[in-house]
């Protein structure tokens, strides 16, 4: 057999930004390990924690930047994107630190990356009729937001809130330089679109949340789909070059 003419295995990354993750992350270390060994590297966006979240994906043999304030999810995530583009990854796989995400399904995810099908793959809880267990009125939110994001697109988004994504290099190029801080998830797909980006959903139930706390809790429930809304209804404004 020709070796030349073998397909290069893809160099993949795992981002995982974590804030105040201590109690969660070295058993999701452990676990994507377990579930998808045939993911090499992971770094962890350290975004100001302040408890032992370093300390311990360190011990677990985890990459780890840390940043010296918090910049929020947004940030967290886009650094990520740079550290995968200046360190030549092909893929970036987000992965969040709470165990809510199921390694079992990365491969599914990153797989129409590598089969050059689109240049970010979602993990939707809500694909081919899915559900998940969620506070009602967060649920709602992400229904509204996943509709807008449709409309906005020209094809079905199930679930535009997910942080389960993977990119290829195109993506997460673009990404490293336009991307929404706060909470970019809804954004981030506008964004990708007006710049030509191809979109693509696999399923992919979450869990529930066992430990930590989420981002999204009391006001920030009301304040987010506010902003969300005008966020992406001035995007509609905006000129994004489209990459070549």
Not at 28 to 52: N, Q
């Amino acid at each position: 057999m020709d070796t030349s003419r073998r397909k290069k295995k893809p160099k993949i990354l795992v981002i995982m930004p974590a804030y105040n993750e201590e109690k969660a992350i070295g058993k999701t270390l452990k676990e994507i390990r377990a579930k998808a060994p045939f993911i090499e590297d992971i770094v962890i966006i350290d975004d100001g924690s302040k408890d032992r979240t370093a300390e311990i994906a360190s011990s677990q043999n985890a990459r780890v930047v840390r940043l010296p304030i918090n910049l929020g999810i947004g940030g967290a995530v886009q650094t990520g994107f740079k550290y995968a583009m200046l360190n030549g990854y092909d893929i970036a796989l987000q992965i969040d630190a709470d165990m809510q995400h199921d390694p079992s399904y990365a491969r599914s995810i990153i797989k129409p990356i590598v089969e050059g099908k689109a240049d970010i793959s979602i993990g939707s809880r809500y694909f081919n009729g899915g559900h998940t267990e969620m506070p009602r009125v967060r649920n709602i939110g992400i229904r509204y937001f996943s509709w807008l994001t449709s409309k906005i697109v020209g094809h079905s988004v199930t679930d535009c809130s997910s942080g389960y994504r993977a990119l290829n290099s195109k993506a997460f190029r673009f990404f490293s330089k336009n991307y929404p801080v706060d909470f970019p998830d809804a954004e981030a797909l506008v964004i990708a679109h007006k710049a030509g980006l191809r979109i693509a959903e696999v399923n992919a139930p979450f869990r529930k949340r066992k430990r930590g706390r989420s981002s999204l809790r009391s006001l920030k429930l009301l304040y987010y789909p506010l902003k969300e809304t005008f966020a992406i209804l001035v995007l509609l404004t905006r000129r994004v070059n489209r990459i070549e």
